[in-house]
């Protein structure tokens, strides 16, 4: 049989073991919650992560779609811009044909500003100077005079 002394030192180990068991239990307890709350979040963040691909997915589209509309505009600009080039350059050789006319003597000052006013270029001057104008273009004898 067990002596007083042995059963109280078997005892004691006993409450010893059953408070280590207890808080081996709780320290279980905690390491499941932990690991549980740890599982939740790695779900959250998966999630976020397939939205962020999907978002990035989306934005990798519209950049598409907004290079292939700029792709367009360029060419549009491009052919707008040639258009608008040429048509400058047809007004100028209207205009220059039409001043070559008038230092010729070709054209009075009244014509030349009507064939200027054709091509939508407006001379905004006093009358008396548009006569004085054909007046001097009536006395020039030489292209030069006429041109001054």
């Known amino acids: 049989m ?3 002394e042995e059963a109280s030192k078997l005892a004691a180990i006993n409450a010893q073991l059953q408070q280590d068991k207890e808080e ?10 932990e690991a549980a709350e740890l599982t939740q979040r790695a779900e959250r963040l998966l999630e976020r992560q397939q939205l962020l691909e999907q978002c990035a997915e989306s934005l990798k589209l519209e950049n598409s779609i907004l290079i292939q509309q700029f792709d367009r505009l360029k060419v549009k600009y491009e052919q707008e811009s040639a ?18 006319a008038f230092t010729a003597g070709e054209m009075t000052a009244e014509a030349l500003t009507e064939a200027l006013a054709e091509t939508g270029v407006e001379l905004h001057f006093p009358q008396e100077q548009l006569q ?10 030489t292209v030069e005079e006429r041109a001054e």
């Open 132 to 141: 004085q104008l054909s007046q001097r273009l009536a006395t020039a004898t």
């Open 83 to 100: 258009a608008f080039q040429e048509q400058i350059q047809v007004l100028k050789e209207r205009v220059s044909a039409s001043l070559q």
């Open 2 to 4: 067990l002596t007083e």
């Open 24 to 33: 081996l239990e709780k320290a279980r307890n905690a390491a499941q919650a």
